[in-house]
């Protein structure tokens, strides 16, 4: 389970998406984000999932690591579907005392699950395409205007993006820790849930001490290399707009007007 979390691993590659602007990727993806829980109707939501797997087919990650990361929140998405089933209102279709399933929840069931599965592949193409370093300069680029009102915009990027590389570095300590306490004869995966927690004590406590010592030896190193925040720094690669961040903003464009199209006139799903 630990070795499926995807979360801000970056896949090297020559695609459209890797070489488009980290700025307009960060943009665009809160921008579908927005769209993904804005859809009201089932010709919209498919037009989001659409778009969603043609960004997925543009990045030219293999499938598999789109599916990996789904994994771990697989149950999320199931508990969450139950729940929407049974608490729907309307004519019950199927009654079992004071449990009822009814048209809406079986709606609202399906629109929650999609949104959820979408809202995980949609992050995925972002950090699967977007370098941590390329990130930082993304996020200070975009927070800029915050920096006149003394918000230190640079350190917040970095922290961010800090916190992103170290997730998998911190799984992949994880995964090594379990792999020696079970060589030592640790048992972590039988028992009920109380015993699976205390067996995973053996596991926190040096996974802490070891996020603790690297945390550390970066603050070590970054004070060595005399680091002092973003103020008078200049930049290895200046971001630019090209041809193809046009190119790409014009297509999205082109669907936000067929997107409002279908989700304004079409009749909307009973979600109520």
Known sequence: MIADITLGQFFPGHSMLHKTDPRVKICLIIFHIVLIFT????FSLGLVVLFTFLGMCVSKVPLKLYVKGLKPI??????????????GTGEPLVQWGWLKITGNGILN???VSVRIVLLIFTSSVLTFTT?????TDA????LKPLSKLHVPVHEFAMMMTIALRFVPLLLEETDKIMSAQKARGADMESGGILQRIKALIP?????FVSAFRRAYDLATAMESR????????TKMRVLKLGKQDVFILGAVALFLGAFLLLNLWLPPAILR
């Open 226 to 233: 005399c680091y002092h925040g973003g103020e008078g720094r």
């Open 131 to 135: 370098s941590p370093n390329q990130l």
């Open 109 to 111: 069931a399906l629109f």
């Open 39 to 42: 859809a009201g109707n089932f």
């Open 203 to 207: 596991v926190l406590i040096p996974l």
């Open 139 to 142: 996020i200070e680029r975009l």
């Open 74 to 87: 697989l149950f999320i998405v199931v508990f969450t579907a139950v729940l929407n089933i049974f608490y």
